[in-house]
């Protein structure tokens, strides 16, 4: 069974770096095919799909916050990991990972997902 956990600190502070990392069991996230992807639901929205990491390594952003986000992976530790830079109170929101297994928007497993208070 592959899981999927994610983890970091809940209070951030606006201006500063959202870090967050997807810790991966049961499966290599450098296996083919597999695309490795962060969402977000701020309250009371919908799920924003934020952007992957590839089994190859390549990212793929979505538009909505390409211009803040950088994504990477330890592969050492099978685990995968999110930044969002400059952040303010309306990046408030549950962050998840997930797996995709076509890149095109199929996704088999979840993390629990991960609550992210932005403060002012």
Request: hydrophobic fraction near 30%.
């Amino acid at each position: 069974q592959v899981q999927l956990q994610e983890s970091g600190p809940g209070l951030v502070n606006a201006s500063q770096t959202l870090s967050l990392t997807c810790t991966v069991s049961n499966v290599s996230i450098t296996s083919n095919y597999y695309y490795w992807s962060w969402f977000r639901q701020p309250p009371g929205k919908g799920l924003e799909w934020i952007g992957y990491i590839a089994y190859s390594g390549s990212t793929y952003y979505g538009p909505s916050l390409k211009s803040r986000t950088s994504m990477s992976r330890d592969t050492s530790k099978n685990q995968f990991t999110l930044q969002v830079n400059s952040v303010t109170p309306e990046d408030t929101a549950v962050y998840y990972c997930a797996r995709d297994i076509t890149g095109w928007g199929v996704f088999d497993y979840w993390g629990q997902g991960t609550q992210v208070t932005v403060s002012s």
